[in-house]
C-alpha cells in the first residue's frame, strides 16, 4: 500500500512534466495543476500516516519517513501549493512583458513539476546515498529554473549556483562515503551500510576519526546549500534572480531540504562522538552566518536580495538552535522551520507582484505600496514585520525559544549576540517595510487589478503564522514534540 | 592465467597514479580540447582500475559500475563537452587568474602535499581483499587539483573541466575508500553527473548568445 503511495507521489510530478513540457496556456497550467494536486494528496496522506514516534516504511526500508521527515515533506507540499498556485498570474505577465518567450511556459510548469520531485524526495529516502542524489538534482532541476528568463543577471546567477552548488554537494559525497568507510569494520560491505537507521543503530561503533571528518565534509557540503556563510555566495544570486514562485521555493523549502540532511548527519555524529564536537560547530557558524547577513540586509537595494540574505540569517539561527540542543531550542527551531518557510514564500510572492507592477525590483523604486498595492504592498510589510520576529508572530516565540534555551545550555555568549542580531534584522526588516507602504512613491506602471485569489493567498498564510504565535493546535504541538524528540534523540 | 588481488592492486595503483599525473597536466594546459580528452582518458583508467579489482573479487556490481563509469565519464560526457566546445569561438583559456605554469606547480605541490600528508591505513585505506596504498592520496590529490582548476580559470567550460576532474577525484575515493558505493547511489550519481553536463551546455549557449562568448568575467554583475 504505502509502495504505490510513494510511487505515484514521485511518478505525478515527474509524468506531469514530461506532458506539460510542450503544452502552452491554459492546457499547460491545468495539466501542472492536476499533476500536483495527485502528488499533494499522496504527500500529504503519507505525512499525517506518520506516527509520532514511529516511522512509516516502503521499498523494503529504502523509504523510510519519521515525524522530522514527514514535517519536511508536508512543508514542501505546502508551499509548492502557494508556488504553483500563484505561478499562472506571475507567468502570463512575463509572457506579456517579454521577459519569457511563448515556447518557455511549458518549460516552465516542467521544471517546477521535477523541481517538486526532487524536493519530495529528500525526506524519503534512508540511504545517505541517495539523499545525496536527490539533493543534487535539486540543483541541477532548479539551476534551468534561475536561469529561464535568459536575461544576463539570470545567467549569471544560474552559473553561480550551478557550479557552487555542484562542487559543494560533491563534498557532501565525500561526507557520505567517509560515513560509509566508518561503518564497514561494524556492518562490512553490506548495501544498507549508507542507511541512516542503521547507521544510528550502530553509532556508537563507528570509527571516530572517520566520523569527525564526514560530519565537517558534510557541514560545508549541505551548509554550501544550507546558505551557511562563508558557503553563501551563489544563495542572493540565485534566489534574487528566479522567478519569484521558484524563489519561493528556493527560500522557503529547498534550503530546509539540505538543512534536512545536514540534520542527519549530526545525529550520527551526536551518536557517534558525544554532542559537543559537531553541536560547535554548528553554534559558530549559525552565529556567523546571522552576523554576515545583517550588513547585507541594512544596506540592500533589491527587495528579492533583502529577502535571500534574511533567509541566510534565518538557516543561521536554525542552525545554531540545533546546535544548542535542549528541549527549549528544538522545540523553537521545530515550529520555526516551518513558520520562515510559511512567511519567507508568501514574501517571495508578494514580491513578485510589486517587482511586477514597478517594473522593478529595487527598494528605491519600490514606494507608497499603501495606495498603489494595497494587498501586496500590504502582505509584503506585514510578512516583513512577521518575519524580524514582531509578536504576535510565533516567529516571536521560536526565536525566544531559542535564545533562551541557548542560555539554559550554557552558550549564553553565543544567545546574547543572536538575540542583538535579530533585534538589528528586526529593525532593518521594519525600517525597510515602513518605506516600502507608507514612502513616497514616484510613477507606478499601471495598476494591476487586484484579484481575490491573490489576497487570499496573500493573506492567509501569513495569518496562519501570526495565529500559531497565539495557539498551536493539538495535533501540530504533538508532531513538534515528537521532531524535538528527533532533533534531541541523543547526547542529551 | 587469472587475475589475483595482487594484481588487481597493482593496476589500482597504477591507475591512480596515472590519473593524478594526467590532473597535472590538466592544471598545465591553456587548450580546452586538450583538457576534455585528458579528462575523458582519466575516466577510462578509473573503469580499469574498478574492473579490475571487480575481476579480482568476482564482484558483478564493480564490472558494472566500470561499464557505466566507461560509457558516462569515460565518452558521453567527453563528447558532449567536446560539441559544446565546437559550437563556441573559444578554443584557449586566454588569461586565467592562474597562468599555465604557475597552475602546474600549485598543481605538483599538491599531490607532494597529498601523497606526504594521507596516510591510507589511518584512513582504512586497506580495506578488503586488495590493498593498494597510493589509491587514497591520489583520490585526494584529484579533488584538489580539480578544485585549483575550477578556481583559477575564466572561461565557463574550463571551470567545467576542473569540476570534471573534481568528480573524477570524488569518484576514486569512492573507489579506494570503500570499493565503491551501493550501486543504485552509483547510478543515480552518474544521472546527475549527466544532468550536470546537459544543464551546462544549456547555458554555455545561453551566454554565447547574449554575453557573445563564454568568459566568464561577464558574469560579475550581481554584488552586496
Known amino acids: 500500500m504505502n509502495d504505490w503511495v510513494v510511487g505515484v507521489l514521485l511518478l505525478a510530478p515527474i509524468i506531469g512534466g514530461l506532458i506539460a513540457w510542450p503544452l502552452h496556456g491554459r492546457l499547460v497550467e491545468f495539466v501542472a495543476i492536476a499533476a500536483f494536486c495527485v502528488a499533494a494528496s499522496a504527500g500529504l496522506g503519507l505525512a499525517t500516516a506518520v506516527p509520532g514516534a514511529g516511522r512509516v516504511t516502503a521499498f523494503h526500508g529504502g523509504v523510510s519517513i519519521d515525524a522530522l521527515g514527514a514535517y519536511v515533506l508536508g512543508l514542501t507540499v505546502i508551499v509548492a501549493a502557494l508556488a504553483l498556485w500563484a505561478s499562472p498570474r506571475y507567468i502570463r505577465h512575463e509572457l506579456a512583458a517579454g521577459d519569457l518567450r511563448p515556447g518557455d511556459e511549458g518549460h516552465y510548469y516542467a521544471l517546477f513539476l521535477w523541481f517538486v520531485a526532487t524536493l519530495i524526495a529528500v525526506p524519503l529516502v534512508d540511504n545517505l546515498g541517495l539523499l545525496w542524489v536527490a539533493i543534487e538534482a535539486t540543483t541541477v532541476v532548479s539551476a534551468l529554473l534561475v536561469g529561464i528568463n535568459r536575461s544576463p543577471d539570470a545567467i549569471e546567477a544560474a552559473w553561480k549556483y550551478l557550479i557552487l552548488g555542484t562542487i559543494g554537494v560533491g563534498f557532501a559525497l565525500l561526507a557520505t562515503l567517509l560515513a560509509y568507510a566508518s561503518s564497514v569494520h561494524v556492518l562490512g560491505e553490506s548495501s544498507d551500510a549508507l542507511n541512516w537507521t542503521r547507521l544510528m543503530s550502530i553509532a556508537p561503533h563507528l570509527n571516530p576519526n572517520l566520523l569527525r571528518l564526514s560530519f565537517i565534509f558534510a557541514l560545508a557540503g549541505y551548509g554550501t546549500k544550507v546558505g551557511l556563510v562563508p558557503f553563501h555566495t551563489w544563495l542572493p544570486d540565485a534566489h534574487s534572480q528566479a522567478p519569484s514562485p521558484v524563489s519561493a521555493l528556493l527560500s522557503g523549502v529547498s534550503l530546509i531540504a539540505a538543512l534536512y540532511a545536514l540534520i542527519r548527519f549530526h545525529l550520527v555524529a551526536m551518536a557517534g562522538l558525544g554532542s559537543s564536537f559537531s553541536s560547535t560547530l554548528l553554534v559558530v557558524f549559525g552565529l556567523l552566518s546571522m552576523a554576515v547577513a545583517l550588513p547585507f540586509m541594512i544596506r540592500q537595494e533589491d527587495l528579492k536580495r533583502l529577502l535571500a540574505y534574511s533567509s541566510v540569517e534565518h538557516m543561521g539561527l536554525l542552525a545554531m538552535g540545533i546546535g544548542f540542543g535542549g528541549p527549549l531550542a528544538l522545540l523553537g527551531v521545530a515550529l520555526h522551520i516551518g513558520l520562515h518557510a510559511i512567511t519567507k514564500a508568501t514574501l517571495f510572492l508578494s514580491a513578485g507582484e510589486l517587482a511586477q507592477q514597478y517594473g522593478s525590483r529595487r527598494l528605491s523604486a519600490i514606494r507608497g505600496t499603501f495606495r498603489a498595492a494595497p494587498v501586496a504592498g500590504g502582505a509584503l510589510g506585514g510578512g516583513l514585520l512577521m518575519l524580524g520576529g514582531l509578536p504576535p508572530s510565533g516567529m516571536f516565540v521560536t526565536e525566544f525559544a531559542i535564545v533562551v534555551g541557548g542560555i539554559t545550555r550554557g552558550y549564553w555568549w553565543a544567545a546574547a549576540l543572536a538575540a542583538l542580531l535579530l533585534a538589528c534584522c528586526f529593525v532593518a526588516l521594519a525600517v525597510h517595510g515602513s518605506r516600502i507602504v507608507w514612502g513616497h512613491a514616484g510613477p507606478v506602471e499601471a495598476a494591476r487589478g487586484i484579484d481575490g485569489a491573490m489576497a487570499l493567498r496573500l493573506a492567509a498564510p501569513l495569518l496562519v503564522v501570526a495565529a500559531l504565535g497565539l495557539w498551536t493546535p493539538g495535533p501540530l504541538a504533538a508532531a513538534l514534540d515528537s521532531i524535538r524528540a528527533i532533533l534531541g534523540a541523543t547526547g542529551v | 592465467m587469472t587475475f589475483t588481488a595482487v594484481d588487481a592492486a597493482r593496476l589500482l595503483d597504477a591507475c591512480s597514479t596515472s590519473i593524478v599525473l594526467i590532473g597535472v597536466l590538466i592544471a598545465g594546459t591553456r587548450s580546452i580540447g586538450r583538457a576534455i580528452w585528458l579528462v575523458a582518458a582519466q575516466a577510462i583508467l578509473l573503469s580499469a582500475a574498478v574492473a579490475g579489482v571487480g575481476l579480482a573479487t568476482g564482484s558483478n556490481h564493480l564490472l558494472l559500475g566500470s561499464l557505466v563509469t566507461l560509457s558516462s565519464r569515460g565518452i558521453v560526457v567527453p563528447l558532449a563537452l567536446g560539441h559544446i566546445l565546437r559550437g563556441s569561438p573559444v578554443r584557449q583559456e586566454r588569461n586565467p587568474y592562474l597562468g599555465p605554469r604557475l597552475s602546474l606547480i600549485a598543481a605538483i605541490a599538491i599531490v607532494f602535499v597529498a601523497f606526504m600528508a594521507v596516510d591510507s591505513a589511518a584512513l582504512g585505506g586497506s580495506l578488503g581483499p586488495v590493498s593498494a596504498p597510493r589509491a587514497l592520496p591520489a583520490s585526494v590529490a584529484e579533488v584538489l587539483t580539480g ?78
Do not use: C, H, W
Not at chain 2, 165 to 184: H, I, K, Q, R, W
Not at chain 2, 213 to 223: A, E, H, I, K, V
Open chain 2, 147 to 224: 578544485l585549483l582548476i575550477a578556481m583559477t580559470r575564466r572561461k565557463g567550460l574550463s571551470i567545467v573541466v576542473g569540476l570534471l576532474v573534481f568528480e573524477n577525484g570524488l569518484a576514486l575515493t569512492a573507489f579506494s575508500l570503500t570499493y565503491g558505493m551501493p550501486f543504485v547511489v552509483e547510478l543515480g550519481a552518474t544521472f546527475d553527473l549527466l544532468m550536470v553536463v546537459v544543464v551546462v551546455g544549456v547555458y554555455t549557449r545561453r551566454m554565447l548568445t547574449v554575453f557573445g562568448s563564454l568568459s566568464t568575467d561577464q558574469l560579475r554583475n550581481l554584488r552586496g
